[in-house]
Structure formats: C-alpha cells, structure tokens
C-alpha cells in the first residue's frame, strides 16, 4: 500500500448497507481498515437509504465492514486500483429465508 494519488474518487469505496431482504440500514457504522488489522482509517454512518462513503489513505486492499446493533457485522475485503469502487453490503437477517 505504498501509491500515493491525490484526493478523490480513486481512494472512494461508496455503496450500500442492507439487510438480506434488501431493506436499506440506516445509522449502520462503517468502518475502513487495513487487511491486516490496526487501527481504523476511516469511519462512518450509513444514511436514510443506507448510503456510505469511506476514503483510503491510499491504493491497496482494505478491509470495510458495516455494524448494525440488531443485525451484526458485514465485511468484505476491497482493492483499490485507482477505479472508484462501489460495494452492497448485506447483513443476515436472523431466521429469514432469502432466494
């Protein structure tokens, strides 16, 4: 993780936080971590629609994840190669039968 660019959408990963029927989790806390553990480099809440942003420090892999206090944690490994990425996270709804 050693490429520095310049702020914008190369070190964006936006997306979506829902639960596995698709219902958007607002107020979800999202946070952006190195693959290998650590400290947070960045930390959010999703919005009403379930809407996030995090920014990198720079191009590499990361690890994001999405906390929901009914539902749990999501995470998901993600690269950045210098392309905006968007990620949907979804959180297992407890006893829920999805397709």
């Known amino acids: 993780m050693t490429d520095r660019v ?9 997306g979506w936080v829902r639960d ?32 996030f942003e995090v920014k990198a420090p720079a191009l590499g892999e990361y690890l994001l994840a999405a906390f929901s206090p ?5 995470s998901v490994e993600v690269r950045l190669d ?4 968007e990620v949907e996270l979804m959180i297992d709804v407890p006893g829920a039968v999805t397709e």
């Open 82 to 85: 210098g392309n905006p990425v």
């Open 6 to 14: 310049g702020t914008g959408e190369a070190l964006a990963i936006s």
């Open 70 to 74: 009914q539902l749990g944690t999501q």
């Open 20 to 51: 596995s029927l698709g219902v958007a989790l607002p107020r979800a806390v999202v946070t952006l971590t190195a693959v290998d553990g650590g400290r947070n480099l960045d930390k959010t809440k999703s919005g009403p629609d379930g809407a």
